[in-house]
């Protein structure tokens, strides 16, 4: 079993940035892919990113290219979503993910975080 909790979110103008971050407990955290996906309002839910356990990341969702940024440290367990340049159609429901399988993961991830509130005004 693993549990992911996120934290980071809120409310952030137009322009701006937030680092989402989520902690990982329960299973060994270093052998699972782990990632990102987002759900706004009235819209199916969205993979932005993931990264193995050894580094790299998967490719970013275009809606997101160039100003978003996943990194991970195995060290404490979290996995890290920086947010630059921020949209209001940014706004969602940001999830932290985490599965066995690099491919699964951009679809149907196994684990989930219960989510953050990321609210973009403009």
């Known amino acids: 079993q693993v549990r992911l909790a996120e934290s980071g979110g809120g409310l952030v103008q137009a322009g701006g940035s937030l680092r989402l971050s989520c902690v990982a407990s329960?299973?060994?955290?270093?052998?699972?892919?782990v990632g990102w996906f987002r759900q706004a309002p009235g819209k199916e839910r969205e993979f932005i990113v993931a990264?193995?356990?050894?580094?790299?990341?998967?490719d970013y969702a275009d809606s997101v290219k160039g100003r978003f940024a996943i990194s991970r440290d195995n060290t404490k367990n979290t996995v890290y979503l920086q947010m630059n340049s921020l949209k209001p159609e940014d706004t969602a429901v940001y999830y932290c993910?985490?599965?066995?399988?690099?491919?699964?993961?951009?679809?149907?991830?196994?684990?989930w975080g219960q989510g953050t509130q990321v609210t973009v005004s403009s």
């Open positions: 993910v985490a599965d066995g399988s690099i491919m699964r993961i951009t679809t149907t991830p196994y684990y």
């Open positions: 329960g299973r060994t955290f270093s052998s699972f892919v």
């Open positions: 990264v193995p356990w050894s580094g790299g990341s998967t």
